[in-house]
C-alpha cells in the first residue's frame, strides 16, 4: 500500500521491513483528563491503519500505544485530587479503555504505562547510551539533550537549526539549558513529586524519552516500521524522539511516521487547555451514537481537519443508517438463481475499496465505492435481479468492507445492549421514584427527559416503572 511519509513528504509504498510483521508505535495519551474526541480522531486514524495492514494487507501487527502517566499534568492532578499518581492515572485509563471500546478500536498489542519499571529501566539506558555518545550534559541535577550534537536535529519537521532556535515552542520548563533548543531527558524533582533512580540518578522522566524508550524495548531493533500520531507531535515531541533513539543507537529510528491533521471545533483545534472539548461520553449522553462518530471521524480524510459539528454527526448518523437499512433490504432476499452480473459487480467494488484503503488510507473514496453500490444494489433489487445468492455474495462484501471499517459490528453490538447500562437505568428510575414522592417532580420529570433523550424510555403503571429502548 502507499503511505504519506512525514519523514520524506512523499506518498511511498509501505510493506513491512521483514515482509510479514508491522512494527508501529502510536503516541498515546496523557492520562490527566479522559481524551476528547480530537484525541480520538488521531487513535482512530492509527487504527484505521491497523486494520487495513492487518485485515486488507494481510501483514501481522505489534502495535504498541503507550499511555503518558507521569508529567507535570498528571501529577498536578494526582496532588489536587488528593491520591497517589497511579491511582489517578488508572481513572483516566479506565475512561480510555471504556472510550476506545465504544470507538470500536481493535485491541493493539502493547499498552505500556511510562512509570512500569521496566520502561523506566529502559529510559535510564538509553540516556546513559546517550551519555556515553556524548549526547547529553547535566545542570541543575537535570540531565539534557544536547542538540548541536546531531547534525541532521529538524529532519523531520524540516526545520533547519537556525530555524529552531528562532522559532520553537520552547520547553516550559524553568531548568538551566546550555542552549534554549536542548531539551530534558531525566528532570530533577520538586520535593513531593515522584522520583525514581534506575541508573542515571535520582529523578523523573521528560516527556519525549519514554517513547524512543518504550518503541524499541518492546519493538525490538531499530527501524521500527511505522510511527504516528496527531500532526502537532511532528515537533518537538517525535523530533526529540529520533534524537534520543538516533543518538542511543547510531541507528535511523523509525521508516514512516504518519501523522493526521487535527479535529476542530469552530475553526479552533479541540484542546484541553483551550477547553472546547466533547469527550465518546458527552457525544453518547445527546443520544449520538459511537458508530455515528466513527463514521464521521473516518469520513473525512486523516490529512485533511475535520471541523466537527453536531449537524455533521446527524448526517454521518443518517448515512450510516442508509447502510443498515439497504442491508435489512438484502437480508430479507431468498432463493431464486445467481446472477453472474452481480457477482461481477460486487468484485469490481471490492477491488475499488481496496485500492482506494491502499491508496495513502483514502477512507472518504472507500465510502464513495461503499454507496456507489447501495445505489446500484438498489436499483437491481427494485428490478427483481437480486436473488438469494446474490445476497449473499453482498453482504460478504460488507462484512469484508467492516473489516477495515468497523462500522457495522459496532452498530450490531450497540442493538444488541441498551444505551443505557441497566444499572445506571434502575438507579435513576429509583432516584425518580423518590423525588416524585419528595414531591419534587421537576427532578423527576428531568430524569425521564433524559432517559429519552439517551434513547430510554420510562412506562409508569400500576406496578410501578418499566423501561425500554426508543
Ligand atoms: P496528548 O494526550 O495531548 O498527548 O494527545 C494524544 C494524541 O491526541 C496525540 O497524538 C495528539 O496529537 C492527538 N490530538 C490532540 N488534540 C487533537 C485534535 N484536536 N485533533 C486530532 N488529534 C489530536
Ligand atoms: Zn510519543
Known amino acids: 500500500m502507499r503511505l504519506y511519509n512525514t519523514l520524506t513528504r512523499k506518498e511511498e509504498e509501505f510493506r513491512p521491513a521483514d515482509g510479514k510483521t508491522v512494527r508501529m508505535y502510536t503516541c498515546g495519551l496523557t492520562v490527566y483528563a479522559r481524551g476528547h474526541i480530537g484525541n480520538f480522531r488521531t487513535f482512530l486514524v492509527q487504527d484505521l491503519l491497523r486494520r487495513t495492514l492487518r485485515h486488507q494487507e494481510g501483514y501481522a501487527m505489534r502495535h504498541v500505544r503507550n499511555f503518558t502517566d507521569v508529567d507535570d499534568k498528571t ?41 512500569e519499571d521496566a520502561n523506566l529501566q529502559a529510559m535510564s539506558d538509553m540516556i546513559q547510551a546517550l551519555t556515553r555518545r556524548g549526547h547529553t550534559y547535566e545542570s541543575d541535577g537535570s540531565i539534557y539533550f544536547k542538540i548541536s550534537t546531531m547534525p541532521d536535529y529538524g529532519k523531520l519537521a524540516h526545520l533547519d537549526h537556525e530555524g529552531i532556535q528562532a522559532g520553537a515552542r520552547i520547553d516550559a520548563d524553568t531548568y ?60 518537538p515531541h517525535h523530533e526529540n524522539e529520533i534524537a534520543q533513539a538516533e543518538g ?39 443520544g449520538f451514537r459511537p458508530s455515528a462518530l466513527r463514521y464521521l471521524l473516518l469520513s473525512v480524510h486523516y490529512r485533511k481537519q475535520l471541523m466537527f459539528s453536531f449537524d455533521i454527526l446527524n448526517q454521518a448518523e443518517a448515512a450510516l443508517t442508509r447502510i443498515s437499512d439497504f442491508l435489512v433490504r438484502v437480508q430479507g432476499i431468498q432463493g431464486g438463481e445467481a446472477h453472474p452480473e452481480i457477482a461481477g459487480r460486487v468484485d469490481a467494488a471490492r477491488e475499488e475499496f481496496r485500492e482506494m484503503m491502499a491508496w495513502d488510507l483514502n477512507a472518504p473514496g472507500a465510502l464513495g465505492v461503499v454507496f456507489e453500490l447501495v445505489r446500484e444494489m438498489h436499483a437491481a433489487m427494485d428490478a427483481g435481479e437480486v436473488s438469494g445468492p446474490d445476497a449473499a455474495v453482498i453482504l460478504s462484501a460488507f462484512e469484508e468492507f467492516d473489516k477495515v471499517l468497523g462500522v457495522l459490528a459496532l452498530r450490531r453490538a450497540e442493538e444488541a445492549a441498551p444505551p443505557v447500562p441497566a444499572e445506571e437505568i434502575e438507579g435513576l428510575i429509583a432516584e425518580r421514584r423518590a423525588a416524585r414522592h419528595a414531591r419534587n417532580f421537576a427532578r423527576a420529570d428531568q430524569i425521564r ?8 424510555i420510562l412506562e409508569d403503571s400500576a406496578s410501578g416503572t418499566r423501561w425500554k429502548r426508543k
Open 75 to 115: 501529577i498536578k492532578g494526582a496532588a489536587e485530587a488528593g491520591v497517589p499518581l497511579l491511582e489517578y492515572t488508572q481513572r483516566w485509563i479506565d475512561a480510555f479503555a471504556e472510550d476506545a471500546k465504544a470507538l470500536g478500536l481493535e485491541p493493539v498489542e502493547e499498552s505500556p504505562r511510562a512509570t
Open 248 to 286: 542511543a543507537t547510531g541507528r535511523p529510528f523509525a521508516r514512516f511516521w504518519v501523522h493526521s491533521e487535527f479535529l476542530n471545533l469552530d475553526h479552533e483545534k479541540m484542546s484541553k487547555s483551550l477547553g472546547n472539548v466533547y469527550t465518546v461520553r458527552d457525544i453518547i449522553d445527546r
Open 449 to 456: 427527559k433524559d432517559l429519552d433523550a439517551r434513547g430510554i
Open 176 to 235: 538551566a539549558k546550555d542552549d534554549a533548543r536542548d531539551f530534558v531527558l531525566w528532570k530533577a524533582t520538586k520535593p513531593g513529586e515522584p522520583t525514581w533512580d534506575k541508573g542515571c540518578g535520582p529523578g523523573r522522566p521528560g516527556w519525549h524519552i519514554e517513547c524512543s524508550a518504550m518503541a524499541l524495548r518492546l519493538l525490538g531493533e531499530p527501524p521500527i516500521d511505522i510511527h504516528g500520531g496527531g500532526i502537532d507531535l511532528v515537533f
